[in-house]
């Protein structure tokens, strides 16, 4: 009998969807006076999309800088950790060994990152900390600047012309012998260069857009792509800058993201950062979105991908547009998957 599309997504998803970027700790930091908000509000979502791991990001609002970054870092993965223990379907994995026993066990595996270095301050041994703590994967800015480096601009030029500072390069190096990931997203365009030329291992993007579609520094070239492709990297595709026109912020515009990746460096230097942030988004009051509009961008949310409860949708145009189950497999679970095996 014939497999039918939906028993194909299935098939395809058995394993379990990963993307590895998520703003989780920071909704659970600000609503920390409610309990099992895991369950309550995110598992359906997570169940409904077959995701078996989600990279969940430590960031802290600019509101919290400097003086009490480190406190809510901690903050947030305190709550992580205590909602967690209070699921059965969920666990936090430091490993690749760790990701894969709790999909075997039905939980969702949770990989804790860090958007942006803020919380260490200036002082390297709260890395080891963090390390300790469960931080696998760090991207060293968000948007703005700070101690180690500067974040890209969200306009076509205009990102600082400077690399790294000093203690960034250390950061960088400590982060390398750790075995924890460097994440390249957000950085600007001298940072990522002085990253590669100061490190060996496969590097990530855990999420961004091609500037082919979306021309700013927040996102990557073609150069860029092809050297995370040389380094056998991975980069995950952002579902929120598909495009400046909300018109062309669809889920085909998604998918020629993954394509351009692919056909510069292979379908294995692809993979998913949703970056899902609508809910936070919504709970904005309406000055709050506007000043993002006036600092950033404004958003556009893909309207069949904007949560993960949607991922099967993307599964399902993948098969549509012609992608094998051996590269669909890869782009949803088994570059990162990769990733994690050789450097966690
Ligand atoms: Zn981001």
Request: charged content about 35%.
């Given at each position: 009998m014939k497999e039918s599309i939906e028993e194909r997504i299935d098939r395809l998803e058995a394993s379990g969807i990963i993307d590895l970027h998520f703003d989780l700790p920071m909704d659970l930091y600000e609503k920390r006076d409610r309990k099992n908000l895991l369950e309550a509000e995110f598992l359906s979502e997570l169940d409904a999309g077959n995701i078996g791991a989600v990279g969940v990001a430590i960031y802290i609002e600019d509101?919290?800088?400097?003086?009490?970054a480190l406190r809510v870092a901690l903050d947030q993965i305190a709550r992580l950790y205590t909602e967690t223990a209070a699921s059965q379907r969920f666990a936090i994995c430091k490993s690749y060994h760790e990701i894969q026993k709790a999909r075997e066990a039905g939980r969702i595996g949770l990989l804790i990152t860090m958007e942006g270095v803020e919380p260490l301050g200036t002082d390297l041994d709260l890395l080891r900390v963090f390390y300790e703590l469960g931080v696998r994967s760090i991207g060293l800015t968000h948007a703005r600047s700070n101690a180690v480096g500067h974040g890209g601009a969200f306009a076509a030029t205009g990102s600082s012309p400077d690399g790294l500072t000093s203690f960034g390069r250390d950061l960088v190096r400590e982060c390398e012998r750790l075995s924890v990931i460097i994440d390249l997203a957000h950085i600007n365009p001298a940072g990522f260069n002085e990253i590669l030329s100061i490190t060996t291992k496969p590097p990530i993007v855990s999420h961004t857009n091609v500037r082919r579609y979306y021309d700013i520094e927040r996102n990557i070239s073609d150069a860029q792509i092809k050297m995370i492709g040389e380094r056998r990297g991975v980069i995950g595709v952002n579902s929120v800058l598909v495009s400046p026109r909300e018109d062309e912020s669809t889920m085909d515009r998604y998918i020629d993201h993954i394509e351009y990746i692919a056909n510069l460096i292979g379908i294995d230097g692809v993979g998913i950062g949703f970056d899902f942030f609508e809910f936070i988004y919504r709970q904005w009051p309406e000055s709050r979105q506007k000043e993002l509009a006036a600092k950033f961008t404004t958003p556009h949310f893909i309207p069949d991908l904007r949560n993960h409860a949607h991922a099967r949708n993307l599964t399902r145009r993948l098969i549509e547009r012609g992608f094998s189950d051996r590269q669909i497999m890869k782009i949803l679970r088994n570059n990162w998957l990769r990733i994690f095996e050789e450097l966690l």
């Open positions: 509101r919290y800088l400097p003086e009490t």
